[in-house]
């Protein structure tokens, strides 16, 4: 059991830390705005619509093509999977095309497979975040990882940093019929980690994790500016906020 302590904060007697993993503990931008791209084309290709649409196909996803950064709104990296479809498919609604989900969900799985001999290129750890996965290891807390991302695509983001042994559990978005931010999947975490809810924090870096620790009924969420969302935007969630993970103290 420790203390997180911050100079504007602290957490008393956490035995439990669920972690994010794109935005937290890897750099979202750089490995979505890639798959995000591999996935506009190929949707492109498949319709034969004009790669006019490109950009905004992009955009449906959550990507800002002019900056190669991701949307605050999202909803990739935020939202499930299941809602970044359907605002492809929204967006169809507005072309000649309109998108079927279940062809959309069949080239996303064409797009993962194709993506997969490159991935460890696009994987940028944020280096305050592996440190402190290794603080809190060394400090006798449980971890667990929980991410709307595929279970395979975090067990090897997790593997790549070689961070895999520090993680009780690593869930992914395809093992709960369930949103994260329903806070059922950390719920179950919290249970199979063994430790009583209000004892286990989580960390990310988007309101949903907020949404989640919430409806999860844990201690807390300390939420962090390494993703797509500003540390201003971030304070009206929790007051638990840093701009970089180095500031948290364990005591």
Not at 26 to 31: F, H
Not at 77 to 105: G, T
Not at 224 to 248: A, T
Request: glycine content about 4%.
């Amino acid at each position: 059991m420790v203390n997180l302590v911050t100079n504007s904060f602290s957490l008393d007697s956490i035995e439990g830390v669920i972690f994010d993993k794109d935005g937290t503990i890897t750099d979202s931008n750089i490995y979505w705005s890639k798959i995000i791209k591999m996935r506009a084309q190929k949707i492109i290709e498949y319709y034969g619509i004009r790669p006019i649409h490109f950009k905004n196909i992009c955009s449906s996803m959550g990507l800002d093509n002019s900056s190669n950064r991701l949307l605050e709104s999202g909803p990739i990296a935020i939202k499930s999977r299941k809602e970044v479809i359907n605002s492809i498919v929204d967006y169809s609604k507005d072309i000649e095309v309109i998108f079927n989900y279940e062809e959309i969900e069949s080239l996303f799985f064409e797009v993962h497979n194709e993506f997969l001999p490159q991935m460890d290129a696009f994987i940028k750890p944020i280096y305050p975040c592996l440190d402190l996965i290794k603080r809190l290891y060394h400090s006798k807390v449980k971890l667990s990882l929980l991410t709307s991302d595929t279970t395979k695509n975090a067990e090897l983001v997790c593997k790549k940093l070689k961070i895999t042994s520090y993680f009780e559990h690593i869930v992914g978005g395809d093992l709960s019929n369930h949103n994260k931010s329903s806070g059922i999947p950390a719920k179950l975490i919290c249970k199979r980690m063994n430790i009583e809810n209000k004892n286990v924090i989580c960390i990310g870096d988007t309101p949903i994790d907020h949404e989640m620790a919430v409806n999860a009924n844990l201690k807390g969420s300390i939420l962090v500016e390494s993703g797509q969302i500003p540390f201003n935007s971030l304070l009206s969630f929790s007051k638990y906020c840093v701009k970089n993970l180095s500031e948290i103290f364990i005591y």
